[in-house]
């Protein structure tokens, strides 16, 4: 295996050192290890690690979903989330970053192996697309030049954008399309614009609420970073989540065009989603199971009573006081009895609820 350099971002020492032994024994490299997200800014520019791990509780202002915004933007390296917390407010934060990968701790080390692999395995393909990308958008640029090679170096351009699967499109400063791929045109056509002629707006093909705002452009043509921001497509009744990452194209001293890409991260999103269902059914049926024992704990009292006003041998109980009492003590056992039956039934319903389909 190549080696795979991996940057951990922990504050709690004891964990840090588990898991640089656990990573060393899967034939990791670890670089690096620190507490805090400044020095993992600065760990990651000096070391330029394969992968980071990242808890998202760090020491410090920063959190660790900050940080992960924040290299991102800096170096495009993959993060891992590694975390104690498995709320939704905190996965909800964490995905908006679009990470490489989410685990919760204490880690499998398969499953840690696997993520690792996968993020850096999705990086790679990911670099390849876009290096592929600006190459084709650069050769048609260029093959407007003199004679039949240009031409051909254009059409090749063009193909190796139609071989991708991802919608891809280029823009000029005034958000006209200079160029795109067949994938882009089945996006537009699937939204109701079956027709996609260069030099046409942006925003008079798809709405800038899907494809990013003049704004979200202009950041990334004045400052010149990539950017990546994350929407929701909702198509034929159903939500399709998607990724528009817009990588700058520099030419000269300013940045002429952008390079965007809409990467479908709905596999990511609904398996995310099915786990957060599956932990959320766990707990209510963890809680009715917790009721129902409360409520027969519950008993005892009721029939603790009940023996303590029958004789020792049994007799038959002629006072109608002592019987009264029994029976405001049946009662409760009954309404007791109810009350557990009508938790079991819930339970089942919770469990039958989120169990998956298994059809």
Known sequence: MTERRILIVEDEMIVALE????????????VASVDNGYDAIKMAGRLLPD????????????????????????????????????DNETLRKAITTTPAGY????????????????????HTIRKKMEARAVSGVTAVQEGAGVGGSGR??????QEVLDVLKDPIFIVDRDL??????????????????????????????????????????????????????????????????????RIPMVSGPQVR????????????????????????????????????????????????????????HGAIISRKATL?????????LIALYADIGSKIRQSQKNAAAWAPDRT
């Open 176 to 245: 006209r399309l200079v160029q795109h791929n067949r994938a882009f045109s089945s996006l537009c056509s699937m939204l109701g614009k079956p027709s996609v002629e260069p030099d046409t707006h942006l925003h008079d093909l798809l709405p800038a609420s899907l494809l990013g705002t003049a704004e979200e452009f202009g950041e990334v043509f004045s400052t010149g970073s990539p950017q990546k921001t994350e929407k929701v497509l909702k198509t034929q009744g159903k939500s399709i989540f998607i990724v528009i990452e």
């Open 19 to 30: 898991l640089k032994e656990t990573l060393q024994r899967l034939g990791y490299t670890v």
């Open 51 to 86: 992968v980071v791990l990242m808890d998202i509780r760090i020491r410090g202002d920063m959190d660790g979903i900050e940080t992960t915004e924040r290299l991102f933007s800096l170096y495009d390296m993959p993060v891992i989330y590694l975390t104690a917390h498995s």
């Open 257 to 312: 065009h952008i390079v965007a890409i809409v990467h479908d991260v709905y596999e990511e999103k609904s398996s995310e989603m099915m786990r957060t269902a599956i932990e959320t059914g766990f707990q209510a049926i963890y809680d009715d199971l917790s009721e129902i024992g409360r409520l027969h704990a519950g008993m005892g009292d009721p029939l603790h009573e009940i023996r303590k006003l029958a004789n020792a």
């Open 152 to 157: 051909d170096h254009a059409t090749f351009g």
């Open 324 to 332: 009264d009492e029994i029976s405001g003590h049946t009662e409760d």
């Open 103 to 122: 685990l919760v701790k204490p880690v499998n080390e398969r499953a840690l192996y696997s993520n690792i692999e996968m993020a850096i395995h999705k």
